[in-house]
């Protein structure tokens, strides 16, 4: 799986399995059979081929048209539309384990009144 990390000028088309960690400012189309997990933000529409893999942890300011798999972990600001036999799924981020634990509230320490000392 290549790795791109940065902030890059789109449109940008996806044609390899690929982990993306930044911010693309346009659009991103994904070709079919394709995986795309991107941690960051899409600056425009996400536009995902037939049989493609989307994991999205992060934010796409315009919508989404699907025809494979989405899972989204953030937002999505305009529409989510599947076409095709596409399936979207918003995922809550305490149904992973490491968002479980990452969102915990830490537990406080109370401190004694002043009148116990």
Do not use: C, W
Not at 32 to 45: C, F, M, N, R
Not at 60 to 66: D, I, K, T, W
């Amino acid at each position: 799986m290549r790795r791109i990390e940065g902030k890059f000028r789109g449109p940008m088309q996806i044609r390899e399995d690929t982990s993306f960690h930044g911010m693309i400012d346009g659009d991103v189309s994904v070709a079919p059979g394709v995986t795309l997990l991107a941690h960051g933000k899409i600056a425009g529409d996400l536009d995902i081929g037939a049989g493609a893999t989307v994991e999205l942890r992060g934010m796409v300011a315009g919508s989404s048209l699907n025809r494979g798999d989405l899972k989204v972990y953030g937002v999505v600001r305009g529409f989510m539309e599947d076409e095709e036999g596409g399936q979207t799924s918003m995922v809550d981020g305490d149904e992973s384990e490491g968002e479980r634990r990452r969102s915990r509230p830490r537990r406080r320490r109370r401190h004694q009144p002043a009148t116990d000392l």
